[in-house]
Nanobody, 119 residues
Framework: QVQLVESGGGLVQPGGSLRLSCIASGSIFSINAMGWFRQAPGKERELVAAITNGGTTNYLNSVNGRFTISRDNAKNTVYLQMNSPQPEDTAVYYC?????????????WGQGTQVTVSS
């Protein structure tokens, strides 16, 4: 099984910046993508950004152009650079991994990291 540990969240002002990190460990074989999800109170958990092993990225429309996802395969780590975050970006952010055969590993989430955007 894969263990996921998110970090880097905190309080940030609108227009500031923040970088989230997620380290994957354990059974990480056959992973072909990593991604970031978020969940705000009263809302569904949503996919924010994803990156494949080949470097293809996809973003939620509302964050496109402001957030950048990247990865370091040697460190089994995925990052989310959050530039110019807005109050509506406030949420708990979770990372996840995907395999081509089974998709996202949504039965096992890490603890997440809280991002609060406020002046």
């Amino acid at each position: 099984q894969v263990q996921l540990v998110e970090s880097g969240g905190g309080l940030v002002q609108p227009g500031g910046s923040l970088r989230l990190s997620c380290i994957a460990s354990g059974s990480i074989f056959s992973i072909n993508a990593m991604g970031w999800f978020r969940q705000a109170p009263g809302k569904e958990r949503e996919l924010v950004a994803a990156i494949t092993n080949g470097g293809t990225t996809n973003y939620l429309n509302s964050v496109n152009g402001r957030f950048t996802i990247s990865r370091d395969n040697a460190k089994n780590t995925v990052y989310l650079q959050m530039n110019s975050p807005q109050p509506e970006d406030t949420a708990v952010y979770y990372c996840n991994v995907a395999r081509s055969s089974t998709g996202w590993s949504t039965l096992r989430w890490g603890q997440g990291t809280q991002v609060t955007v406020s002046s």
